[in-house]
């Protein structure tokens, strides 16, 4: 039966990995601790929760659909926004230092106006829960096509950031804000669409989750959680150690469950958390960029 | 000169009026007094570390939860004074004992640690609780209302002047430096080790006996809800909101929240929380110094 | 409530005002606190709905009946935000501020739990639901009824005697850490043990728990005939998900909070089919008359069905207090001899209490079966026979 553990870890692992992939590059480029992160993952739930009940819209489609809605939710706020504050020192450093707390009340709104909307009962739908036997693995539909999107996107995450000249030029600003923009790497365009990105994926996720669980407009908290285990495994703004971490932290729960108990679920993995930003503040692999 | 008179004659009316309140036979308007000397106990102790030094903790419930922890489980073999004092005590414990690698971690890592660490507290006291077969204790015998609300009054004053006291002080004027640059700080003699640990120590006693007296309030001990995360958010959002710069500001936003709340709550509960969030941006983007920065341009002004 | 509902509402009653219907009689204010925010926010509307149907029929009936003089109700509802303290405030404020005539129960054990010293305090008497622990019964009685069957030493007691009665000879148990499922289990286990039924897994998970794939594998190991599956919402889901994925072939299922739910079938659908859960309310039962206009009504006006705990808790302590209310007025020390003697005729047939407990319903155990939630358990009140369940 352990094939069906690796298959389980590989899916927690992947997507971690994809839900961290958004609040890191959001972190990397703007230096914005997005706590409402959880709660894009929960509108694109809910995007494909409505697109199926009233439109009768595949999951498979609503992928795009939660991608423009989140993505543009955060072209929106940065437009609005962070465009004008990040462009001051000061202000920026006011911003980073309080931008946890920030999205926090972004979250706030979030959640309450999704349940406002449409009452906090919980929702779900069936899509794609047949279930494959292949290779030693039991696998329904709806997970196998969580860990397919997932793994495409991240892979192509990193393709992107190696081989893209946009890429190289989003990795310049993580890496060097200011050096970046002195040779020339238009910022401002590069941190607008890093924000589109990362919330667009963090959509995408939602889509992906509301196949298996249960949608409500409070089941955000626990994938923003997750996803800060993540980067801080991996390195703040390491996007590549993200998504080794992301994929690390699947294998380390779902064997550390099966090598102990499933009830120091929780205790593994905060300890884990704590012990690195206690231990290795800069990741397990790698280091991770300077907080300015 | 102003902003002394102001504190001079309000904090002595505050006071006053909080003692008289009792009198007022009002059962109702004692709950809102006890809630707001609750908010304003956490979020000043609060305060003494994260606003002086920059050290955002986003983790206070944490001793709040070991408090309450601690005194479910001696309240009845101790007298309840006792009780509580134990639960202070603990939490004071946990800070000494955890503060010295905690507080090496700054910046960004400090908030999620902070947070991390309360996380993993509750899990861990989930865990014990299961182990010994108890999902949930009951308190009976609690004091009356009015009783509670002296305790909590008392711990909202106390709170306050230990932050008057530690602005004041030597050890206040150590911290400040620590948030203006800790390293120029430590480079000049500032001992910021043990600054930032006695600061840390002092802000996690009175949040522990606070859980001690929520839990007489409420009768009831459930780990997962006594460390309930959104207590550490409120308090820094009430801080923010009310101002970080001055012992000032946490009377100033928890009396913001708490009037707020019961003005809309009633009819729009997912609007208050909606109108929270939106305050709560608001103040971060274009009023950093919260309340009381209003108060301090109008007396420059004069 | 959504916009439009309340819309709908306030509609509704002024068109009720314009014509002319609404007595002179002042209404009966009825006020309760629910957690509409924060950790249980998703409960909530189940008991609400309940509650505002409830007032909708008492309304459209004419009003109600207070000792022979009818007077319409209405409500008067804070949000405790998920937090006890809040709530012990805000029944205070109901009480001295607000005046309220009547109470409404709010949500949660914790909640009722912080609630009755209160009511004891003020003499003022409310009919519980949404509450669910051995103790409850440690409250001094008084002021406060719970007319739950899901008390989980009676519930570990009844379930090791209805799997027994199944042929069931060995269970796996997996828990859930948070209360209600511990407390069942601490009861269980004993339970299970007297009746002979060997316990070959039995294993703790944290309420964040994101996969179950070890803890099936070594269920489907041991050979055990019964998954009793001690879920709260989120992992009943995820365990439906996962025992469907890897093939749990046990006959009897159990899984404890969740399956009630709306939701809970629309996400999962036939794989839940023949699911066994915990409720002592099913709309099927001929025995109770009132159970099946509820479940109708409850489904016109919200579109979907009843909850076969909450919803119907919530209703049945507002018909009990409705029939109260009709014999004693609306004197609290009436109102609390009527509540505390008589027999009430409610959605879950007779309801009498003894101290704070109701001691005429019967522990009873519930299963989807083709889409509706049957009692399988006990045969006294079963509406239809326990199906194994053969596959997902």
Redesign the interface.
């Given at each position: 039966m352990s094939t069906q553990l690796l298959f389980a870890a590989l899916v927690a692992g992947s997507l971690y990995a994809l839900v961290a992939l958004g609040l890191n590059l959001v972190y990397g480029t703007l230096r914005l601790?997005n706590i409402a992160h959880g709660d894009l993952v929960m509108i694109g739930a809910y995007v494909a929760f409505w697109m199926l009940s009233l439109l009768g819209m595949p999951p498979v489609l609503s992928l795009f659909a939660a991608a423009a809605l989140c993505g543009g939710f955060g072209w929106l706020i940065y437009v609005g926004?962070f465009r004008k504050?990040l462009s001051t020192p000061a202000l920026a450093r006011?911003?980073?230092?309080?931008s946890?707390?920030?999205f926090?009340?972004?979250?706030?709104?979030l959640?309450?106006?999704v349940?406002?909307a449409f009452t906090s009962t919980a929702r779900g739908y069936q899509y794609l829960n047949e279930v494959h036997r292949f290779a030693g693995v039991a696998a329904s539909g709806n997970r196998l096509m969580l860990l397919g999107v997932a793994l495409v996107l991240c892979l192509g995450m990193l393709l992107f950031l190696r081989f893209h000249l946009f890429g190289w030029s989003l990795r310049a600003v993580i890496e060097r804000r200011d050096a970046a923009a002195v040779v020339g790497v238009d910022v401002d365009r590069v941190q607008m669409a890093t924000i589109c990105t990362g919330f667009a994926i963090a959509g995408v996720a939602g889509v992906l989750v509301s196949m298996t669980e249960q949608i409500t407009p409070f089941m955000g908290f626990p994938f923003t959680?997750a996803a800060?285990?993540v980067i801080?495994l991996g390195g703040?703004g390491n996007i590549f150690a993200g998504i080794v971490a992301g994929f690390a932290l699947g294998f380390i729960e779902t064997f550390g469950i099966a090598a102990t108990s499933a009830?120091?679920r929780?205790?593994l993995i905060?300890?884990l958390?704590?012990a690195v930003?206690?231990l290795r503040?800069q990741g397990l692999f790698g280091k991770a960029i300077q907080?300015r | 000169m102003t902003k002394l008179n102001l504190d001079i004659i309000g904090g002595p009316l505050l006071v006053l009026a909080g003692l008289a309140l009792p009198f007022a036979g009002?059962?109702?308007l004692m709950?809102?007094a006890?809630?707001l000397a609750m908010w304003i106990a956490l979020t000043q102790s609060w305060s003494i570390l994260s606003a002086m030094t920059?050290y955002?903790s986003?983790g206070h419930v944490v001793f709040c939860g070991i408090g309450s922890y601690v005194f479910i489980l001696t309240n009845g073999t101790l007298p309840m004074p006792v009780a509580l004092a134990c639960a202070g005590l603990a939490a004071g414990v946990m800070a000494l004992v955890i503060g010295l690698?905690?507080l090496?971690?700054?910046?960004?890592?400090f908030?999620?640690?902070t947070?991390?660490?309360a996380?993993?507290a509750k899990?861990?006291i989930?865990?014990i609780e299961?182990s010994l077969?108890q999902?949930?204790r009951?308190i009976?015998d609690?004091p009356?209302?009015d009783t509670l609300y002296f305790i909590m009054f008392g711990l909202a004053v106390a709170s306050t002047a230990a932050a008057v006291l530690v602005r004041h002080s030597k050890l206040g004027r150590g911290l400040v430096a620590i948030r203006e640059n800790e390293e120029a700080a430590e480079a000049i003699g500032v001992p910021v080790t043990r600054l930032k640990l006695i600061a840390f120590v002092v802000a996690a006693i009175i949040p522990g006996i606070v859980g001690g007296v929520?839990l007489l309030?409420?009768?009831?001990f459930?780990a997962?809800?006594a460390f309930?995360p959104?207590i550490s958010?409120s308090i820094?959002?009430m801080a923010?909101v009310g101002g970080m710069g001055t012992v000032r500001g946490p009377i100033l936003g928890s009396l913001a929240f708490v009037l707020l709340s019961e003005l809309l709550?009633?009819r729009f509960?997912?609007?208050?929380?909606?109108i929270?969030?939106?305050?709560?941006?608001l103040f971060?983007?274009f009023m950093?110094r919260g309340l009381s920065g209003l108060f301090e341009r109008r007396e420059a002004r004069r | 409530m959504t916009l439009l509902k309340k819309l709908k509402s306030i509609i509704a009653a002024g068109a009720v005002l314009a014509a002319g219907v609404a007595q002179a009689e002042e209404p009966v204010r009825i006020g309760y606190s629910m957690s509409?925010?924060?950790?249980f926010a998703q409960a909530a509307p189940s008991q609400v709905n309940a509650y505002e149907l409830w007032e909708d029929q008492v309304n459209a009936a004419g009003g109600l009946d207070v000792g022979g003089v009818k007077r319409p109700v209405e409500f008067v509802?804070?949000?405790d935000?998920s937090?006890?303290?809040?709530a012990?405030?805000i029944y205070?404020?109901l009480?001295?501020?607000d005046k309220v005539d009547l109470l409404a129960a709010p949500w949660s054990?914790?909640i009722h739990?912080?609630l009755?010293?209160i009511l004891s305090?003020h003499k003022f008497p409310m009919v519980g639901n949404t509450a669910a622990?051995v103790?409850l019964r440690?409250v001094a009685p008084g002021y406060i009824w719970f007319p739950t069957a899901v008390i989980p030493d009676k519930v570990g007691e009844e379930l090791a005697a209805f799997m027994k009665s199944k042929g069931v000879t060995s269970a796996a148990i997996l828990s859930n850490?948070?209360?209600?499922s511990?407390?069942i289990k601490?009861f269980l286990v004993p339970a299970l043990e007297k009746q002979g039924i060997a316990v070959p897994v039995n294993e703790?998970y944290?309420?964040d728990i994101k996969d179950l794939t070890t803890l099936l594998t070594q269920t489907n190991e041991s050979g055990a005939d019964a998954v009793i599956m001690l879920s709260y919402p989120s992992d009943s889901f995820l365990f439906a998900a996962q025992a469907k994925e890897l093939g749990v072939k046990a006959p009897f299922v159990l899984s404890l909070i969740g399956a009630t739910f709306g939701s809970y079938q629309q996400a999962l659908g036939e794989s839940v089919n023949n699911i066994v859960t915990v409720g002592h309310w099913s709309p099927n039962q001929a025995a109770w008359p009132k159970a099946k206009p509820f479940f109708d009504a409850y489904k016109a006006k919200y579109n979907e069905a009843p909850d076969a705990l909450d919803s119907a808790l919530a209703y049945m302590s507002m018909e009990i207090l409705q029939q109260a209310v009709a014999t004693a007025g609306l004197d609290k020390e009436k109102i609390r001899e009527a509540v505390s003697t008589m027999t009430f005729d409610t959605i879950n047939g007779p309801i009498k209490f003894e101290g704070v407990q109701n001691t005429m319903t019967p522990t009873s155990f519930l299963q989807i079966q083709d889409g509706s939630l049957e009692l399988v358990w006990p045969d006294s009140v079963k509406t239809k026979d326990f199906r194994p369940k053969t596959g997902w």
């Open positions: 601790l926004i504050l006011r911003l980073e230092a309080n946890l707390i920030l926090y009340g972004v979250s706030v709104i959640q309450n106006g349940s406002l959680i800060l285990v801080v703040l009830t120091y929780s205790i905060y300890g958390f704590v930003l206690l503040p907080a | 009002a059962d109702y709950g809102i006890f809630n920059g955002v986003l690698p905690v090496r971690v700054r910046g960004p890592y908030v999620i640690l947070f991390g660490l996380e993993l899990n861990v989930v865990q299961t077969g999902f949930s009951l009976f609690a009356a209302l929520l309030r409420t009768s009831y459930e997962a809800q309930d959104v958010f820094v959002t923010i709550w009633a509960p997912q609007l208050y929380m909606i929270l969030g939106a305050l709560l941006i971060i983007l950093p | 509409l925010t924060g950790l509802t804070y949000d935000q937090n006890p303290a809040n012990v405030r205070e404020k009480i001295t501020e054990t914790p739990l912080a009755a010293p305090r622990s103790q440690e850490v948070l209360p209600l511990q407390e601490s703790n944290p309420p």
